[in-house]
């Protein structure tokens, strides 16, 4: 079993939908929550973290870690077609205050229908 | 641009040769990861430094691999003897580490391998 699972989808949704995009995991040790945006035959680019349990808004983007349940979840409001990419959840544990090696999902295809 | 870059884009090779690849960080970075992602997967942890200390090595990583960032600046990842299962898409990022804070790494566009 992996430690971090994720649907690979794909996922096609319409202009203006509100996307929801989840990933479960096994290790307790995990501390920081991260989701990751990556475009096609380019590097991932940090979309938002998340330290312990939580919610964390910036702008359409929403974040919720129950580290209870194991779960965590990404919301896109008003979805537009640039949205459309490959979203990778990650985690990583706390060592001596310094986040350390990514474990991250396999990552959905997220594909925004004009 | 004062991102992570990585060098070259594209490798195609033959099996049983060698190849190298090159990141370098974003400056005064003190940290370094090299990642490898296949088709359908997200990125796996390879190795990383801390300056120029090999701190952790993944199980993924074979003897046919090694790692250097000597004088903790530009590091290189050389594969020998490629097999067809090496291919895969190499990343690397950088990070630097400030205790107390979260260190977000930032990845580089990788470096597509592919062995014939």
């Known amino acids: 079993q992996k430690e971090v699972e994720q649907d690979p989808g794909p996922l096609s949704v319409p202009e203006g939908a509100i996307v929801s995009l989840n990933c479960t995991y096994s290790?307790?040790?995990?501390?920081?929550f991260m989701w990751y945006r990556q475009y096609s035959r380019k590097g991932p680019e940090l979309l938002m973290y998340?330290?312990?349990?939580g919610n964390k808004e910036d702008g359409r983007f929403t974040a919720q870690v129950d580290k209870s349940s194991k779960y965590i979840s990404l919301f896109i409001r008003d979805s537009q077609p640039s949205d459309s990419a490959t979203y990778l959840c990650?985690?990583?544990?706390?060592?001596?205050?310094?986040?350390?090696?990514?474990?991250f999902g396999t990552g959905t295809l997220l594909a925004v229908q004009p | 641009d004062t991102g992570v870059s990585q060098d070259p884009r594209h490798k195609i090779t033959k099996r049983g040769q060698n190849v190298t690849f090159r990141c370098d960080p974003i400056?005064?970075?003190?940290?370094l990861y090299w990642y490898r992602q296949t088709l359908g997967q997200g990125p796996e942890f390879l190795t990383y430094?801390?300056?120029?200390?090999?701190?952790?090595k993944s199980r993924l990583l074979s003897d046919r691999f090694s790692a250097e960032r000597p004088k903790g600046s530009f590091s290189t990842l050389e594969i020998q003897r490629t097999e067809q299962g090496d291919s895969a898409m190499y990343l690397c990022?950088?990070?630097?580490?400030?205790?107390?804070?979260?260190?977000?790494?930032?990845f580089g566009p990788g470096t597509r391998l592919t062995v014939l």
């Open positions: 990022a950088s990070s630097l580490i400030l205790a107390g804070a979260y260190n977000e790494q930032f």
């Open positions: 290790n307790s040790a995990f501390q920081y």
């Open positions: 998340t330290y312990s349990s």
């Open positions: 990650a985690m990583s544990a706390r060592y001596g205050g310094a986040t350390n090696k990514l474990i």
């Open positions: 400056s005064e970075h003190n940290r």
């Open positions: 430094f801390q300056n120029e200390a090999q701190l952790e």
